[in-house]
């Protein structure tokens, strides 16, 4: 192995963090929307799908001290990489991680995600992943 | 709908990210201990996974101007959040994410990526997300 001090470093990849707040009931209950959603980012965001999206119904209430709203969450594998989504249709609530090793252009996902979900408002924060992330392969 | 802004919010939930460098390759290219972070992680911050972890092996070559080194990608999904991991064993590295719904103490989560990752170096960010998550339903 290479002394990883004296490897050359890059980043990883970008990694947006978006809840939105005060959606639509309708917008949010709608299983098959956050299918295409994580579809259409992967897309947007010019990753390969290694798999298709994958959504489930949590119904579970046993958390939140039994006032847990359900919800879906879907997941999809990209190259090295995923996004995810999690809706609480009864909270207005959802919440998207679009985590890629290739660069994408946040604002186009961001925009894509308002006018996909119609929040009343949002937070959302770029995070570069992998600051020391090495340029070449560190083992044979 | 009661009016967005009169309604009590609360925090959704606590998102630990957690990149690793330098880990050991054999440690890395053991797609069996991908799988048992998933489930030991779901385990460790007392969430109910809704389905076993699934970890796929990414071998594609097509990115990073072909010199993608190749990985094991991972997810499960818990409660209302999910947990995710990506290794690139070549570049010794591995990028987790730890996304609850219920507290969890991140000390423990990152001692036992620690001692199961064996990094040289890490990079942790401790994330409050959904900060303005309604109390209570704001849809019947």
Redesign the interface.
């Known amino acids: 192995?290479t002394a990883?001090k004296n490897i050359e470093t890059t980043t990883?990849g970008p990694?947006l963090?978006f809840?939105a707040?005060?959606c639509p009931?309708k917008t949010l209950s709608n299983m098959e929307l956050c299918f295409g959603i994580l579809s259409d980012l992967a897309d947007l965001a010019g990753m390969?799908k290694?798999?298709e999206p994958?959504v489930?119904k949590?119904t579970?209430n046993?958390?939140?001290g039994g006032?847990?709203?359900?919800?879906f969450?879907g997941?999809v594998?990209i190259?090295?990489?995923?996004i995810?989504i999690?809706t609480?249709?009864?909270?207005?609530?959802a919440?998207v991680?679009l985590?890629s090793?290739?660069n994408f252009e946040p604002e186009s996902a961001v925009e894509y995600l308002k006018k996909t979900l119609q929040p009343?408002?949002v937070?959302v924060?770029k995070?570069d992943?992998?600051?020391?992330?090495?340029k070449?392969?560190?083992?044979?």
Chains 1, 2 share one sequence.
């Open positions: 192995m990883y990883f990694h963090i809840d707040y005060g009931y390969k290694m798999t994958y489930i949590a579970s046993e958390f939140m006032k847990d709203p359900g919800g969450s997941f594998i190259q090295e990489s995923h995810s999690h609480f249709a009864k909270r207005g609530f919440t991680d985590y090793c290739k009343r408002d937070d924060i995070l992943r992998g600051l020391k992330y090495p070449q392969n560190i083992y044979k």
